[in-house]
């Protein structure tokens, strides 16, 4: 088994070979976290137990609320995820859970690829953290199930929280001061390592209430694939004696929105079309559309194109319906595999689609193992999120040694979830809408 966490003698196909010793579906188990004095206010209290329990309020006024749990196989598992910025009066329900889908590596000369989250122990290569690389947080000791080491106990999971520059700056002609905030982000992640790499995978809650995932590799090109031999892959080293292989990260999320604490939420796409002028007009015109999205989607980013999750039941003070709109990444679609060759997936919840391919579970007679062929026609009640940003890596000199940290994400952000900006400061609260200068 595995004798070491960081030893890089353990190759991919090594690992794969004892997967089978892990049982499916294994939920979390945690030690005590390490410090957690906050007093919970009532309405998260009944969520989850205190070891268990992500509370932050940042200094802008807003607070974060979680529950976390480590998964068997997905690693890090958000839950019962809300959002209260300064002047709401109950936190609000964002999404029911928040997870990794799968991190799907192809190498580029056809010998191998990998399913990193449900074949190769993502899960299981869980990494204890230093104090330094969780600047200012709390490291939490996570129990990892079915653990290969002795002691199960890893100190994984760091929460803490970080600048993120200006969230906005406003000196209107009549101001006679500055109106500028330095947004405040929480920031909540893990590292797994998987062969020669290393991934992080951070969330990002925002003051603002957006919310940005990515997933970061770093650690160090994978040893065993150098010199694919067709050629291919780029030369790292003196000369060009070895090549490293190119290969793409194809990273998958699952998200479950519960927007006010309903799953029963609405998808709507939009779409910008902008023409020349027509005769008489002084400039081009852009019309935008929106198309209600009642059934399983297989949807593809494009250039004026966005996607929305609109609450059933709740409304801002404005008395607009509450959204969280997808905002995608940058991303290099890998058309390899069926399950890869769409940006968008949105699914109807079943409780045993978790992963985006090599699924573990039987989801019912011909239903498949990967999310496209969950896109059915199922009239969509639940809508659940599957979002894929893939990163082709031809690696370079600068890749050894550590790997630099490459980046993939995406986010969502808040559209109409409270009437105004939340950080907006009492003086301009007045300013809703097409107000009228008071002078
Ligand atoms: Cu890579």
Redesign the pocket.
């Known amino acids: 088994m595995r004798v070491n966490s960081n030893t890089k003698a353990r190759t991919r196909a090594a690992a794969g070979l004892t997967v089978a010793a892990l049982a499916a579906g294994a939920t979390a188990g945690a030690g005590p976290a390490t410090a957690q004095p906050k007093a919970a206010p009532a309405a998260a209290a009944a969520d989850c137990s205190a070891a268990y329990r992500i509370e932050q309020k940042l200094s802008s006024g807003t607070t974060w609320r979680m529950c976390w749990r480590y998964d068997g196989k997905a690693g890090l598992v958000l839950e019962k995820i809300s959002y209260q910025p300064k002047g709401e009066p109950k936190p609000i329900r964002v999404l029911n859970s928040a997870r990794l889908g799968q991190i799907h590596?192809p190498y580029d000369d056809g010998n191998i690829e990998y399913d990193d989250l449900t074949g190769f122990d993502f899960a299981q290569g869980l990494m204890n953290l230093a104090p330094g690389e969780c600047p200012g947080g709390t490291i939490k000791t996570v129990k990892v199930p079915d653990s290969w080491n002795e002691d199960p106990n890893v100190k994984g999971l760091c929460t803490t929280t970080r600048s993120r520059g200006h969230a906005y700056r406003m000196q209107g002609d009549t101001a006679n001061k500055v109106f500028q905030a330095q947004g405040k982000d929480l920031l909540v992640y893990t590292v797994n390592q998987v062969g020669w790499?290393e991934y992080m995978t951070e969330w990002r809650f925002q003051d603002d209430g957006a919310i940005t995932m990515n997933v970061g590799?770093t650690g160090s090109?994978s040893w065993d694939d150098y010199d694919a031999g067709d050629g291919r892959g780029w030369p790292i080293g003196k000369g060009a004696s070895a090549k490293s292989t190119s290969?793409s990260?194809n990273a998958f999320w699952r998200l479950d929105f519960a927007l006010d604490g309903s799953t029963k939420n609405r998808v709507e796409q939009y779409d910008s079309t902008v023409s020349a002028p027509t005769r008489g007009q002084r400039a081009p015109t852009t019309k935008t559309t929106r198309t209600k999205v009642t059934k399983e989607l297989a949807g593809d980013s494009k250039n004026y194109r966005w996607w929305r999750m609109v609450s059933a039941t709740g409304k801002n003070k404005d008395g607009h319906a509450r959204s969280y709109e997808i905002v995608p990444g940058p991303t290099t679609k890998y058309p390899g595999r069926s399950y890869t060759k769409r940006d968008l997936y949105v699914t109807q919840y079943n409780k045993c689609e978790l992963f985006a391919s090599h699924n573990p579970g039987n989801c019912g007679p011909g239903a498949g193992k990967s999310v496209d062929k969950w896109v059915n026609g199922q009239a969509l009640t639940h809508p659940v999120v599957w979002m894929n940003i893939g990163?082709h890596?031809i690696?370079r000199d600068e890749d050894q040694q550590p790997?630099p940290v490459?980046w993939q994400g995406f986010s969502i952000a808040p559209r109409d979830v409270t009437a105004m900006n939340p950080l907006t400061p009492a003086e301009l609260g007045w300013q809703n809408g097409h107000w009228q200068p008071r002078r």
């Open positions: 590596v790499y590799a090109l290969h990260h990163f890596h690696a790997m490459h």
